[in-house]
């Protein structure tokens, strides 16, 4: 059996190729803290007062057996399912809130999604709706009740905010 001999530069190359492939990896770095320009912004943040919640003489909300007539109403807000406001409560088919503290923050993360609950503050505090899945746009104009497909916001339950300087 023959073998033939390998030139000795050929092999002097194949192996300072194969150190310096292997050898020479690239370094690391570790990743510097994001300045000031490149952090995220924070959220914008507005306040909001409640006004004004109406529930029309031809809501069928007003049928409810288990809320009081005239109902005494408050009013929560939820930002993702956690409470952030509740209300004084008030008497009555309309009311109105002109009290300072029923205010809350909204946030314009993308991520926030808003609830409103509307209570009847009887000794079992009763629910008589709930208007969900709002973002923070919803608060610049009147929130109506999801209604059918043939209901009028007229016969809606609607709930009325104004935007306020924060307290």
């Known amino acids: 059996m023959h073998c033939k001999a390998i030139p000795l530069p050929y092999l002097w190359v194949v192996a300072l190729c194969s150190i310096l492939c292997t050898a020479h990896k690239p370094a690391v770095e570790n990743p510097t803290p994001p300045t000031a320009s490149e952090e995220k912004p924070e959220p914008a943040?507005?306040?909001?007062?409640?006004?004004?919640?109406?529930?029309?003489?031809?809501?069928?909300?007003?049928?409810?057996?288990?809320?009081?007539?005239?109902?005494?109403?408050?009013?929560?807000?939820?930002?993702?399912?956690?409470?952030?406001?509740?209300?004084?409560?008030?008497?009555?088919?309309?009311v109105d809130y002109p009290k300072k503290g029923d205010v809350f923050p909204v946030s314009d993360e993308a991520?926030?999604?808003?609830?409103?609950?509307?209570?009847?503050?009887?000794?079992?505090?009763?629910?008589?709706?709930?208007?969900?899945?709002?973002?923070?746009?919803?608060?610049?104009?009147?929130?109506?009740?999801?209604?059918?497909?043939?209901?009028?916001?007229e016969r809606l339950l609607s709930v009325q905010f104004k935007e306020v300087q924060a307290p």
């Open 45 to 94: 943040v507005k306040w909001y007062q409640l006004l004004n919640v109406t529930i029309p003489p031809d809501c069928s909300l007003r049928s409810q057996p288990n809320i009081t007539k005239p109902p005494s109403i408050f009013v929560e807000i939820k930002k993702n399912g956690t409470q952030i406001m509740r209300s004084t409560t008030q008497t009555g088919w309309t």
């Open 111 to 153: 991520d926030a999604i808003y609830t409103i609950q509307v209570w009847d503050d009887c000794w079992w505090n009763q629910n008589i709706d709930n208007i969900t899945g709002l973002r923070s746009t919803a608060f610049t104009d009147t929130v109506y009740q999801k209604g059918g497909q043939y209901d009028t916001k």
